[in-house]
């Protein structure tokens, strides 16, 4: 079911990993000092101009929830900014839209979700701090039909074979889940090509102490110490590993790890459906469990965000019920 979307978004978010690698290549790390983000802005809303403009043309009638909106784009101010962009977007077309076409396309990503109807969901640079980091990011992109997640790809260009190896150009996976019919993956290398799908599986082990889990790099998304607690009383003690964006779904989707505890510093802190749509469905679909921190099942008929929710932890399905007792004694839920 849902070939045509599969391909679609297959196809959609390859042509964004092109993007990404082409303007992330013009950074230089040592500018990092200089705080200069835009780098990730620009690659960010020409991803989101780019994906959503062939929705629009492929499946006119769905609607798209984008972390992205264009009003900072469309200031006086922001020229330099939306020419970079709309550079980017044209780059990518055979075809040459023109500005205000490409920020309508951003701002078509605008759409409320919620319980019915069908709607797509995109984070389009998923991980922006380990972008610039020229570490791991995500282009994630969700398909979600009364409120459940049918389809989802995770597009990881700096991903590697394995977490023990450093990124380079051979690096690239592309996840694809759709729903009951399993995970897959293929290589997705700087080269531009796809390779072949094949299907994935989460780690079958129960035993804990020899469990690898990760987590967010960033300490002001996500506790370290509250989460070294959990996985203490869970009895996982290996050391974390650390990587940003989605990549931590399709860590736990491949077998590489075995959980993936989100606990945001911010207790009021509400997750975003495009963090997470997609890799749910890559993670259940290679048959792990994703759940809150109450271990409750994601909600995402609430609109863009997981209001309903608190936290996530997926895990490998043998090991749930443990780190979810063991969140809810470190929390006193
Ligand atoms: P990560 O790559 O795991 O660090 O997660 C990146 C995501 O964290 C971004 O896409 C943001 O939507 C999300 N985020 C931003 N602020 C917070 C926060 N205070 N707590 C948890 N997540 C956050
Ligand atoms: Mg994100």
């Known amino acids: 079911m849902l070939e045509s979307e599969k391909e679609f978004a297959l196809s959609a978010v390859q042509a964004a ?30 991803v989101q101009a780019l994906i959503s403009g062939r929705l629009a043309e492929q499946f006119p009638d769905d ?7 264009a009003d900072q784009l469309r200031e006086a101010s922001a020229e330099e900014l939306r020419n970079r962009v709309v550079a980017e977007v044209q780059a990518a077309r055979d075809d040459d839209p023109t500005s205000e ?28 701090k380990g972008f610039l980091r020229k570490e791991q990011y995500a282009i994630a992109l969700a398909l979600i039909e009364n409120g459940q997640v049918q389809l989802g790809v995770l597009g990881c260009p700096n991903l590697p074979d394995s977490m023990d190896q450093a990124t380079g150009p051979d690096a ?25 799908l094949s299907p994935i599986a989460v780690s079958s082990s129960d035993d804990p102490a020899s469990a690898r889990r990760c987590e967010s790099v960033e300490s002001g998304h996500a506790s370290h110490d509250e989460m070294a607690q959990i996985a203490e009383k869970a009895q996982m003690t290996g050391e974390p590993v650390r990587l940003d964006s989605q990549a931590k779904y399709a860590t736990v989707a491949r077998g590489e790890s075995v959980a993936y505890i989100r ?26 469990v994703v759940t809150d921190l109450l271990g409750k099942p994601l909600d995402f008929t609430q609109g863009r965000g997981l209001v309903n929710n608190r936290g996530i932890i997926a895990t490998n399905a043998a090991l749930h019920e443990r780190v979810v007792r063991a969140t809810a004694e470190v929390l006193g839920f």
Request: glycine share 14%; net charge negative.
């Open 172 to 196: 690239g996976y592309a996840f694809v889940a759709v729903k009951g019919e399993g995970s897959q993956a293929a290589k997705m290398p700087a080269d531009g090509t796809l390779g072949e």
């Open 17 to 46: 990993a092109a993007i990404c690698r082409r303007v992330q290549s013009g950074i230089a790390l040592d500018s990092l000092d200089k705080k200069d983000r835009s780098p990730v802005t620009v690659a960010d809303f020409a």
């Open 63 to 69: 609607a798209l929830v984008g972390e992205e909106g």
């Open 263 to 288: 606990l945001s510093p911010d207790a009021s802190y509400t997750e975003k459906i495009w963090d997470h749509a997609a890799g749910e469905i890559v993670v259940t679909e290679a048959g792990g």
């Open 101 to 128: 076409t490409v920020l309508n396309w951003i701002d078509r990503g605008q759409a409320a979700g919620g319980a019915q109807g069908r709607f797509w969901v995109l984070d389009p640079i998923d991980g922006t």
